[in-house]
């Protein structure tokens, strides 16, 4: 569906505009929205919830994309352990922001944790795709036919756990089935114990996963420190479950020898008795720590979650600033019109893409750079910038019709030819919902990691980070 109505002079001004934004720690009033703003923000999330609703099922799951393009929307048939947790702290915003009511919030997060509590699983884990519909595993994938294998993904289950944890704090009486249902997550499972004579098969990491068909792990590691699987490492050393120092194992950059994106900066550091490369990359003489694609939820989704910035303000909060603002001015240098935003995101024409900022991020297969602009980037952002965010988000949505109040946000569009995305996605969504409740009740969703094992061992830990960018 084509849908382009061009005002690129406002946009155009606003590129000019964060050309000449310092780089300096913003003020309070500059990150944090403004009551014209706030109200823009409840309208959003009313809009974006209301999306969610409509991608969730009678059974309690949510699809994992709903297509908008018809009289009526489709949900997918499939779903995954991401969005399922998506949906519950999603829920749990809207009750706590209070545009769901109170038993409302509770009937549905009750509902999903019932179909939740029936999934199959193994190892105390949860498997990659259910059908949303009925709650059964996968084993071809809808439209296709496709054999789906049966897998255990690390990052998705971290997520589902994730959205547990926030259930549980969200609707007390529930705690005691979450924690049976998560008695058997034991983070050891997917972990690598480090090995000196083996830093490179035994290097102290996550593995991706792992083939049930095959009773075999996957043949990757999740090594990259700034990326979305911090969170299972976060997961793992709140629940004492994994060592601590696994932190200091992962790379802040790849080392010096390495191939990647640019030749780092640093120089070792040894904490806990782990030493390590601490190095940095460089973008516009702003120095960072790199992603692995240079896209936004890579940097900005665990922090929704996980207070990083105000337990580690020189250090994550640091380059969690000095990211979004490199992502800001990679669209006012690389975009005429200014629009800013790469992140994985369904593609205007169809498929899917990841999207980033190839100097933020450390593969040499380069992330595309070009061809899609999605909102919920901008969403992620909210908490370093959050006039800048709203503004980019006005001026998708007055130039390309991107957003109705009934689904919220499409999930991208391609701002050189105006095509809209016909799809919302259950994790893009989730992701909004999650960053724009923390921008208007700071907090709102980070009570499982505030608090208990995780407070007392997270919070020291990210104390004693120095990152090489001060």
């Known amino acids: 569906?084509?849908?382009?109505?061009?005002?690129?002079?406002?946009?155009?001004?606003?590129?000019?505009?964060?050309?000449?934004?310092?780089?300096?720690?913003?003020?309070?009033?500059q990150r944090q929205a403004k009551p014209v703003e706030k109200s823009q923000?409840?309208?959003?999330?009313?809009?974006?919830?209301?999306?969610?609703?409509?991608?969730?099922?009678?059974?309690?799951l949510p699809a994992d994309t709903l297509d908008v393009s018809g009289s009526s929307f489709v949900r997918s048939k499939d779903t995954s352990p991401t969005n399922i947790g998506a949906w519950l702290w999603s829920t749990a915003a809207a009750g706590g922001l209070g545009i769901l009511g109170r038993t409302d919030m509770e009937q549905r997060i009750t509902r999903t944790v019932h179909?939740?509590?029936?999934?199959?699983?193994?190892?105390?884990?949860?498997?990659?795709?259910?059908?949303?519909?009925?709650?059964?595993?996968?084993t071809a994938r809808p439209g296709t036919g496709t054999q789906v294998r049966p897998f255990l993904s690390t990052v998705d289950n971290a997520w589902l756990v994730t959205g547990l944890k926030i259930a549980a704090s969200s609707v007390p009486s529930l705690q005691s089935r979450i924690a049976r249902l998560l008695s058997g997550c034991d983070w050891s499972f997917f972990y690598t114990p480090f090995e000196a004579a083996d830093p490179?098969?035994?290097?102290?990491?996550?593995?991706?996963?792992?083939?049930l068909d095959t009773d075999s792990p996957a043949d990757f590691h999740y090594g990259v420190l700034n990326s979305e699987a911090r969170i299972a490492s976060y997961l793992g050393i709140a629940a004492g479950?994994?060592?601590?120092?696994?932190?200091?194992?992962?790379?802040?950059?790849?080392?010096?020898t390495a191939q990647q994106e640019q030749r780092p900066q640093g120089r070792s550091r040894t904490v806990d008795g782990v030493k390590y490369f601490n190095g940095h990359y460089s973008y516009l003489s702003r120095t960072i720590i790199p992603s692995w694609g240079g896209s936004m939820f890579e940097a900005m989704m665990v922090p929704l979650f996980v207070p990083e910035a105000e337990w580690a303000p020189s250090a994550w909060g640091l380059t969690h600033r000095r990211y979004v603002r490199s992502?800001?001015?990679?669209?006012?240098?690389?975009?005429?019109?200014?629009?800013?935003?790469?992140?994985?995101?369904?593609?205007p024409e169809g498929g899917y893409q990841e999207y980033g900022v190839p100097r933020l991020g450390m593969t040499l297969q380069h992330y595309a750079s070009r061809g899609a602009i999605t909102p919920h980037a901008s969403f992620l952002a909210l908490s370093q910038s959050a006039g800048e965010s709203v503004r980019n988000l006005e001026t998708l949505s007055?130039?390309?019709?991107?957003?109705d109040d009934a689904y919220g946000f499409r999930d991208s569009v391609n701002v050189a030819t105006g095509r809209v995305s016909d799809f919302v996605l259950a994790l893009d969504q989730g992701m909004s919902i999650a960053a724009i409740a923390e921008g208007l009740q700071p907090g709102v969703l980070q009570k499982p990691f505030r608090s208990g094992g995780a407070a007392a061992r997270l919070r020291?830990?990210?104390?004693?980070?120095?990152?090489t960018i001060q």
Request: hydrophobic content about 40%; proline content about 5%.
């Open 1 to 29: 569906m084509e849908r382009r109505t061009f005002l690129l002079a406002g946009a155009g001004a606003g590129a000019a505009a964060f050309l000449g934004c310092s780089d300096r720690r913003p003020s309070v009033s």
């Open 41 to 60: 923000l409840q309208r959003w999330l009313l809009a974006t919830y209301r999306s969610m609703e409509r991608l969730t099922t009678s059974h309690g």
């Open 115 to 138: 179909a939740v509590e029936r999934l199959e699983r193994a190892h105390g884990f949860w498997l990659n795709w259910y059908d949303p519909n009925s709650g059964a595993t996968l």
């Open 200 to 211: 490179a098969g035994k290097p102290g990491q996550f593995v991706g996963g792992h083939w």
């Open 241 to 256: 479950q994994i060592p601590v120092d696994h932190y200091w194992r992962l790379f802040r950059t790849l080392p010096r």
């Open 327 to 347: 992502q800001i001015e990679f669209g006012a240098r690389n975009e005429k019109s200014g629009f800013w935003g790469l992140s994985p995101c369904n593609k």
């Open 398 to 403: 007055k130039n390309f019709h991107v957003y």
């Open 460 to 467: 020291p830990l990210l104390s004693e980070e120095n990152f």
